[in-house]
């Protein structure tokens, strides 16, 4: 029971439902399973405005603590059940999934899940999604990108949030649970921000769901994993606000963002071309809009810069990346915000400008060699 105890202490709330809506086409209705919840760039921590609507995401919040506890106290009993089970000579973990993720290729938070996917090696198909018609995910009740559709057997399980989908894998790679019952203790939960929106959160989405045993060989100690998990909020919570605002930066520089977004993307010939053209208009006085929400200095150029050297910092000269001798959550996390600006005039500039460039080149070739080495 201590073991549980210990199990329990990153819940904060949890409410958990069940995915509708319905399947791609030729994938069995009794394969449904799942969950819908936020977008990949909500941040961990909704502010409710002052007034009733804050009392009742309290409520929520109260209520979603209990069925959390409960759930996360289930979870490790029969994680330590089917440990006990376990054959010695099972299969490799990651020939039993099948993924299909649904994207849009400059997506920050898409390429995050993909740097997740290609350094651990696992094999996955992509899906661009057209972001005008999204034809691609109207299976989904839930329209925004990343999603992330993990068959394994006969169960078939549709992942939402960049965060949890590497968190949710992350746990299954390591502790070779099932995925079906890993992805229920990172239950959506609706609050009420502070622009009064209503938004959809995670709970634990940068916790891995590991006991004792297994956090301690993945991380060896409390600091690194704390540190992980803070770094990965962090690239969520602020780094990845930076990216529009310096890519929409000048009318040139939001011209050229959206002839990137177009060759790369799933546009039509007459989309494409209005898309370009529009949308770097419309980009140009909404990356105002942000950088005023986001409290950045008059060239946003200086908060970027800022941001990449704290991030070069926090990881040291004694260590090639933060998580040690090979790249970690966090490591991926920011790598793979950054890496969506490839190609652009911001991009150069934070090579040019800050200490950054080392770490990144590691990054990049950790990631390249990874079906190599694992």
Known sequence: MAQVARALWPVRYALAWRLGGRLPPGLPAHSRAGFAGAAGGQGPAAT????????LGAAALALGGVLGLYHTARWHLRAQHLRAQRPAAQLSLSSRLQLTLYQYKTCPFCSKVRAFLDFHALPYQVVEVNPVRRAEIKFSSYRKVPILLAQEGESLQQLNDSSVIISALKTYLVSGQPLEDIITYYPPMKAVNDQGKEVTEFCNKYWLMLDEKEAQHLYGGK???????KWRQWADDWLVHLISPNVYRTPAEALASFD?????GKFGAVEGAVAKYMGAAAMYFISKRLKSRHHLQDDVREDLYEAADKWVAAVGKDRPFMGGQKPNLAD?????VLRVMEGLEAFDDLMRHTRIQPWYLRVEKAIAEAPVTR
């Open 48 to 55: 409710a405005r002052k007034g009733s609507p804050r009392l």
């Open 260 to 264: 990137y977004i177009v060759r790369e």
């Open 332 to 336: 991926l996390a920011v790598y793979g």
């Open 223 to 229: 600091e690194a994993r704390t540190e992980e998990m």
